[in-house]
Antibody
Framework: QLQESGPGLVTPSETLSLTCTVS??????????WSWIRQPPGRGLEWVAN???????SYNPSLKGRVTTSADTSKNHFSLKLSSVTAADTAMYYC?????????????????WGRGTLVTVFS | EIVMTQSPATLSVSPGERATLSCRASQSVSSNLAWYQQKPGQAPRLLVHGASTTAIDIPARFSGSGSGTEFTLTISSLQSEDFAVYYC???????????FGQGTKLEIK
């Protein structure tokens, strides 16, 4: 299971910080990575970031420079930071498990999702 | 970036009938395509991966087909719980730059 947590309200130009706590699986497993996906109200899904078992990361090019993701293996959770937020960053943020379609491919589909946490950027 | 285009935006179908949803990729994604179902207030749920492999615990009335740039999700006999928004997602790019379609809303006719 995955559970997102973090502030529901962020001030413009500040940094959004979220955590995803994983239970029932280790975030250090090589068969999958851990992802952040967001969905603005009434709109579609946008992949944000991926975190791999060895600490490697991959980011949506449209957000590169503002986004980072990292893990705390002692707590089996991973985090998202998005800097310089604007109203356009208001969205439901989901964490998800990215299951590799081939064991060493490093890419795949999202087979487990958290329930999501709504973050509103508002002054 | 690979652009995923779904059609139609909204599909109206009666319960018991067949629904066919389409997804097109701007370039070939081989069979590296997944479908998701999202109901209001819920997270998306994986239905199909590998373009045609139904995920665990997904009813047999859901099936996926296609490869390359053209994909289809078929629901053979619609149940009331199937009315939702459906998204396709490609996972062919490396390094990963996953993209989703804009969604098809399946509504009751």
């Amino acid at each position: 299971q995955l559970q997102e947590s973090g502030p529901g309200l962020v001030t413009p130009s500040e940094t959004l910080s979220l955590t995803c706590t994983v239970s029932g699986a280790s975030i250090r497993t090589v068969s999958y990575s851990w992802s952040w996906i967001r969905q603005p109200p009434g709109r579609g899904l946008e992949w944000v970031a991926n975190l791999y078992f060895d600490g490697a990361t991959s980011y949506n090019p449209s957000l590169k420079g503002r986004v980072t993701t990292s893990a705390d293996t002692s707590k089996n959770h991973f985090s998202l930071k998005l800097s310089s937020v604007t109203a356009a960053d208001t969205a439901m943020y989901y964490c998800a498990r990215n299951f590799f379609h081939l064991p060493t491919s490093g890419k795949g589909y999202f087979d487990l999702w958290g329930r999501g946490t709504l973050v509103t950027v508002f002054s | 970036e690979i652009v995923m285009t779904q059609s139609p935006a909204t599909l109206s179908v009666s319960p018991g009938e067949r629904a066919t949803l389409s997804c097109r990729a701007s370039q070939s994604v081989s069979s590296n395509l997944a479908w998701y179902q999202q109901k209001p207030g819920q997270a998306p749920r994986l239905l199909v991966h590998g373009a045609s492999t139904t995920a665990i615990d997904i009813p047999a009335r859901f099936s996926g087909s296609g490869s390359g740039t053209e994909f289809t999700l078929t629901i053979s006999s619609l149940q009331s719980e199937d009315f939702a928004v459906y998204y396709c997602q490609q996972y062919n790019d490396w390094p990963p730059a996953y993209t989703f379609g804009q969604g098809t809303k399946l509504e009751i006719k």
